[in-house]
Nanobody
Framework: QVQLVESGGGLVQAGGSLRLSCAAS????????MGWFRQAPGKEREFVAA????????HYADSVKGRFTISRDNAKNTVYLQMNSLKPEDTAVYYC????????????????WGQGTRVTVSS
């Protein structure tokens, strides 16, 4: 069993930055690939970013490419999402999860979700 706890969300003005953290505990964390998803009110959960076990490979949704950076520190059992140049449309609850399936962009291929951290971007 893996427990994930996200933190770092908050209220920020458009153009600002936030860094989200996802701390893992429980089973060995350093192996699994991880991802960040987000869910805005009234919308489905959508893929944001993914990272492989070593941190060598990353993937991003087109909507955040060039603005967000995913990284991980296996020694600290933590995955990060650095979010720059935030836009009002980035407002959502952000979740991290462990990928157990084949497709990094599919929520169904992830297990062990955190409780989420809310990000609100004001215009």
């Amino acid at each position: 069993q893996v427990q994930l706890v996200e933190s770092g969300g908050g209220l920020v003005q458009a153009g600002g930055s936030l860094r989200l953290s996802c701390a893992a505990s429980g089973r060995t964390f350093s192996i699994p690939p991880m991802g960040w998803f987000r869910q805005a009110p009234g919308k489905e959960r959508e893929f944001v970013a993914a990272i492989n076990w070593s941190g060598d490979y990353t993937h991003y949704a087109d909507s955040v490419k060039g603005r967000f950076t995913i990284s991980r520190d296996n020694a600290k059992n933590t995955v990060y999402l650095q979010m720059n140049s935030l836009k009002p449309e980035d407002t959502a609850v952000y979740y991290c999860a462990v990928r157990t399936g084949s497709y990094y962009y599919m929520a169904n291929d992830y297990n062990y979700w955190g409780q989420g951290t809310r990000v609100t971007v004001s215009s």
